[in-house]
Protein backbone atom coordinates (compact mmCIF):
# COMPACT_ATOMS: atom_id res chain seq x y z
CA UNK A 1 0.00 0.00 0.00
CA UNK A 2 1.20 3.39 -1.32
CA UNK A 3 1.50 5.85 1.45
CA UNK A 4 1.85 9.87 0.74
CA UNK A 5 2.43 11.68 3.64
CA UNK A 6 3.41 15.83 3.75
CA UNK A 7 4.94 17.64 6.30
CA UNK A 8 5.98 21.91 7.05
CA UNK A 9 3.38 23.31 6.23
CA UNK A 10 2.22 26.63 8.98
CA UNK A 11 1.75 30.00 9.36
CA UNK A 12 4.38 32.72 8.03
CA UNK A 13 3.68 36.34 7.25
CA UNK A 14 4.15 37.77 3.59
CA UNK A 15 7.75 37.47 2.45
CA UNK A 16 8.84 34.80 4.42
CA UNK A 17 9.74 31.10 3.86
CA UNK A 18 8.22 27.33 4.64
CA UNK A 19 9.73 23.78 3.64
CA UNK A 20 6.92 21.54 2.69
CA UNK A 21 8.05 17.71 2.72
CA UNK A 22 6.89 14.79 1.31
CA UNK A 23 7.64 11.02 1.87
CA UNK A 24 6.57 8.17 0.15
CA UNK A 25 6.21 4.71 1.12
CA UNK A 26 4.98 1.47 -0.26
CA UNK A 27 6.34 2.14 -3.58
CA UNK A 28 10.19 2.49 -5.22
CA UNK A 29 10.29 6.31 -5.02
CA UNK A 30 13.05 6.57 -7.31
CA UNK A 31 10.42 5.24 -10.49
CA UNK A 32 8.32 7.91 -9.23
CA UNK A 33 7.06 11.26 -10.98
CA UNK A 34 6.41 13.90 -7.97
CA UNK A 35 3.97 16.71 -8.24
CA UNK A 36 2.98 19.35 -5.57
CA UNK A 37 -0.50 20.76 -6.15
CA UNK A 38 -2.89 23.59 -3.78
CA UNK A 39 -5.67 24.34 -2.96
CA UNK A 40 -7.43 27.37 -1.73
CA UNK A 41 -10.65 27.33 -0.33
CA UNK A 42 -13.58 27.65 -2.25
CA UNK A 43 -11.54 27.09 -5.39
CA UNK A 44 -10.16 24.54 -7.79
CA UNK A 45 -7.18 22.03 -7.19
CA UNK A 46 -4.21 23.74 -9.11
CA UNK A 47 -0.40 22.70 -10.16
CA UNK A 48 2.13 24.01 -8.30
CA UNK A 49 5.39 21.85 -9.29
CA UNK A 50 6.85 18.93 -10.44
CA UNK A 51 9.92 16.76 -10.75
CA UNK A 52 10.34 13.61 -12.72
CA UNK A 53 11.79 10.02 -11.19
CA UNK A 54 15.66 11.39 -11.44
CA UNK A 55 15.19 15.19 -11.18
CA UNK A 56 15.67 15.96 -14.72
CA UNK A 57 12.61 17.66 -15.07
CA UNK A 58 11.32 20.52 -13.41
CA UNK A 59 8.34 22.31 -14.19
CA UNK A 60 6.66 25.23 -11.80
CA UNK A 61 2.91 26.78 -12.42
CA UNK A 62 4.02 30.65 -13.68
CA UNK A 63 2.56 31.92 -10.10
CA UNK A 64 4.94 30.70 -8.50
CA UNK A 65 8.31 30.29 -10.51
CA UNK A 66 11.59 32.15 -9.46
CA UNK A 67 9.87 31.63 -5.88
CA UNK A 68 9.35 27.83 -5.27
CA UNK A 69 11.93 25.02 -5.54
CA UNK A 70 11.29 21.00 -6.15
CA UNK A 71 13.65 18.69 -5.15
CA UNK A 72 13.91 15.22 -4.75
CA UNK A 73 16.27 12.93 -2.48
CA UNK A 74 15.45 9.47 -3.81
CA UNK A 75 18.04 8.03 -1.15
CA UNK A 76 15.09 9.35 1.44
CA UNK A 77 12.01 8.66 -0.54
CA UNK A 78 11.40 12.09 -0.07
CA UNK A 79 10.35 15.33 -1.86
CA UNK A 80 10.35 18.95 -1.17
CA UNK A 81 9.12 22.00 -2.09
CA UNK A 82 11.00 25.51 -0.77
CA UNK A 83 8.51 28.23 -0.48
CA UNK A 84 10.47 31.61 -0.46
CA UNK A 85 8.77 35.23 -0.72
CA UNK A 86 5.73 33.15 0.22
CA UNK A 87 2.25 36.13 -0.90
CA UNK A 88 -1.03 35.91 0.70
CA UNK A 89 -1.94 34.58 -2.47
CA UNK A 90 -0.29 31.13 -1.98
CA UNK A 91 -2.54 30.67 1.33
CA UNK A 92 -3.45 27.20 1.00
CA UNK A 93 -3.86 23.37 1.13
CA UNK A 94 -0.70 21.86 -0.59
CA UNK A 95 -1.07 18.24 -1.39
CA UNK A 96 1.74 15.91 -2.58
CA UNK A 97 0.77 13.39 -5.49
CA UNK A 98 2.96 10.52 -7.01
CA UNK A 99 2.89 8.80 -10.38
CA UNK A 100 4.42 6.50 -12.01
CA UNK A 101 3.96 8.27 -15.44
CA UNK A 102 6.66 11.02 -17.07
CA UNK A 103 3.85 13.31 -18.71
CA UNK A 104 0.87 15.46 -17.96
CA UNK A 105 2.29 16.13 -14.76
CA UNK A 106 0.73 19.16 -14.74
CA UNK A 107 -3.13 17.66 -14.46
CA UNK A 108 -4.38 16.00 -11.09
CA UNK A 109 -5.50 12.67 -13.05
CA UNK A 110 -2.32 12.04 -13.94
CA UNK A 111 -1.46 11.05 -10.45
CA UNK A 112 -2.03 7.81 -8.63
CA UNK A 113 -1.64 8.48 -5.23
CA UNK A 114 -2.04 11.95 -2.93
CA UNK A 115 -1.38 12.79 0.56
CA UNK A 116 -3.73 14.30 3.09
CA UNK A 117 -2.24 17.67 2.56
CA UNK A 118 -0.91 20.45 4.69
CA UNK A 119 -2.24 24.20 5.42
CA UNK A 120 0.40 26.62 4.65
CA UNK A 121 -1.36 29.96 5.64
CA UNK A 122 0.56 33.71 4.66
CA UNK A 123 -0.54 36.50 6.60
CA UNK A 124 -0.18 40.15 4.90
Known amino acids: QVQVVESGGGSVQAGGSLRLSCVVS????????MGWFRQAAGKEREFVAS????????VYADSVKGRFTISRDNAKNTVTLQMNLLKSEDTAVYYCAATSGLYNLKRTYAYDYWGQGTQVTVSS
Open 51 to 58: ITWNGGSK
Open 26 to 33: GRTFSTLS
